[in-house]
């Protein structure tokens, strides 16, 4: 069975600070992995998709890596902005099935 | 109207009574998801429906019982909850179908629903 962490469960920073979020999994036999952006009482937002053959993906100041292999994927956020405070979550397509499982979410905290 | 619209957004029911909730998605897609989010808990996938056919149940209890009248529409009939199933429920969409690599899959705002 797919499992999926995400460490650490809350981060706090300081505007301006780069942002690190980390997700693991237990099953490499993935099609894809993806990053999404939850505001607290609100649907999510898909943030990057990264494909099993690629190693990453960016879009303005998100970046992020995968490396399937070793079970492990890491989103950056250059330059933090108050505006970035969220959950973020993980989640990996299987490769059988129409499912995706989710990590737990990061709870981020931008002060300004 | 756009995206994936989800209504009630709150809803507070008792143990014993019916109520739907109900999932709209205005992007063309042919697949459509239920989601359940827990307190503390990761999100978990409860069913999947393929162009209106259902495709995965994640032993989901009877209690809940998901209706896909058409591509656009996804409802989840809610009889006889406990507590404990207070939770958001987030509706999702998305184009690709089981078996393929999926593309991204587009999520409504959710219904925060509390049973008394």
């Known amino acids: 069975k797919q499992e999926v962490t995400q460490i650490p469960a809350a981060l706090s920073v300081p505007e301006g600070e780069n942002l690190v979020l980390n997700c693991s999994f237990t099953d490499s036999a993935i099609y894809n992995l993806q990053w999404f952006r939850q505001d607290p009482g609100k649907g999510l937002t898909s943030l990057l998709l990264?494909?099993?053959?690629?190693r990453e993906q960016t879009s303005g100041r998100l970046n992020a890596s995968l490396d399937k292999s070793s079970g492990r994927s890491t989103l950056y956020i250059a330059a933090s902005q108050p505006g970035d405070s969220a959950t973020y979550l993980c989640a990996v397509f299987k490769a059988a099935g129409n499912k995706l499982t989710f990590g737990g979410g990061t709870r981020v905290l931008v002060k300004p | 109207e756009t995206g994936v619209t989800q209504t009630p957004r709150h809803l507070v029911m008792g143990m014993t009574n019916k109520k739907s909730l109900k999932c709209e998605q205005h992007l063309g897609h042919n697949a459509m998801y239920w989601y359940k989010q827990s307190a503390k808990k990761p999100l978990e996938l409860m069913f999947v429906y393929n162009f209106k056919e259902q495709t995965e149940n994640n032993s989901v209890p009877s209690r809940f019982s998901p209706e896909c009248p058409n591509s656009s529409h996804l409802f989840l009939h809610l009889h006889t909850l406990q507590p404990e199933d207070s939770a958001l429920y987030l509706c999702a969409s998305s184009t690709r179908t089981s078996g393929e690599p999926t593309d991204t899959q587009y999520f409504g705002p959710g219904t925060r629903l509390t049973v008394l």
């Open positions: 990264i494909q099993s053959s690629q």
